[in-house]
């Protein structure tokens, strides 16, 4: 049975990979998960400099879902690599970093010196940061500000290259040709969806930020339908997430086009999840006679869509 993918240069031994921002910095987990079982762990973001990130309270449970607004609260980079970075090398997993910035330079400066250190196979942009150069716009956002970020990051490293790309815009499909065209080796998608809530006897938002990013289950009837528009629009990798809490919610990922999936908001309901979800596509494997893992990508069916494929009207 084979249950490796490719991603980018990246072989991963498995599907099966951690959200960033929800796994820590992959030690405070290997209590509950053998890492060596995972396709690759993605840290929590990191900036060049340490970030306290936002006022409490900074998380709120919803139906079936939770809204947070951690604000990016990091070690920053030079930390990471001083204090994390070796207990993760002992692990045969492959180790990608999330990283941001507040503008093109800092993204790319953060790229150049992840890129530097062994240890790290793999990066990931989340690019739903705000540009202070461009009247904080959001880069996810921007097609142009897409490229150009992405373009930046390109020309400093060698790794694969994962952009995150946000939900918040009106065609997802769009954004994930941009960072392809702009040399991205695999697009991840969905981030969070920006929502709020507000206490009703307070009048006041629940959260310290007033919006937050919602994920888990509630969001992903919508990731599903992203990463599906996506796959049908690039040639890389397509890496789902959004409210993947179990092996089938994984399997469904996949048949929508995913290469690779990512568990987020489940680790914090079930730390072991991840390692649940990967025995759990083997089940569904064996049940189904698959050998290989890469049939299931994009395997949905439908009459329309074989109609699509074949070009009749």
């Given amino acids: 049975m084979n249950l490796t993918v490719n991603i980018g240069k990246l072989k991963l031994k498995n599907p099966v990979m951690t ?27 990191l900036s060049l400099l340490p970030r306290e990130g936002n006022p409490p309270p900074r998380i709120v449970e919803t139906p079936a879902g939770m809204l947070n607004a951690i604000g990016l609260q990091n070690i920053g980079i030079e930390n990471f690599i001083r204090e994390k970075l070796s207990f993760l090398r002992q692990f045969d997993t492959s180790v990608i970093v999330n990283f941001f910035g507040d503008s093109i330079d ?20 989340n690019i739903s940061c705000p540009n202070k150069e461009a009247d904080w716009r ?27 790309l946000s939900p918040n815009v009106t065609d997802i499909a769009l954004m994930a040709k941009v960072a392809e065209d702009a040399g991205a080796d695999a697009v991840s998608l969905i981030n969070t969806i920006t ?32 990463v ?15 409210g993947i809490m179990n092996s089938s919610d994984a399997i469904e990922f996949l048949l929508a086009g995913a290469t690779a999936v990512a568990v987020g908001t489940a680790n914090f309901i079930n730390p072991s999840a991840t390692n649940d979800i990967i025995k759990g596509i083997e089940s569904f494997m064996a049940e189904n006679n698959i ?4 049939e299931l990508t994009g395997g949905i069916k439908s009459p329309q869509i074989e109609m699509e494929a074949s070009g009749a009207e």
């Fill in 19 to 45: 959200a960033s921002g929800t796994f820590g910095y992959g030690e405070e987990y290997s209590e509950f998960v053998d890492l060596n079982k995972l396709g690759a762990v993605v840290v929590k973001g």
């Fill in 106 to 125: 800092e993204y790319a400066k953060a790229a150049e010196r992840l890129s530097a250190v062994d240890g790290i196979h793999g990066l990931e942009m």
């Fill in 138 to 164: 959001i880069f996810g956002t921007d097609p142009k500000g897409t490229f150009e970020v992405v373009s930046a990051v390109r020309k400093v490293t060698d790794l694969t290259l994962i952009v995150k």
């Fill in 195 to 226: 929502g709020m809530a507000i206490d009703i006897k307070t009048k006041r938002p629940r959260l310290g930020n007033i919006t937050g990013g919602l994920s888990g289950p509630a969001i992903k009837p919508i990731a599903v339908r992203m």
């Fill in 228 to 242: 599906y528009e996506t796959f049908r629009a690039v040639k890389i990798p397509v890496i789902g997430m959004g």
């Fill in 291 to 294: 050998t290989d893992l890469n």
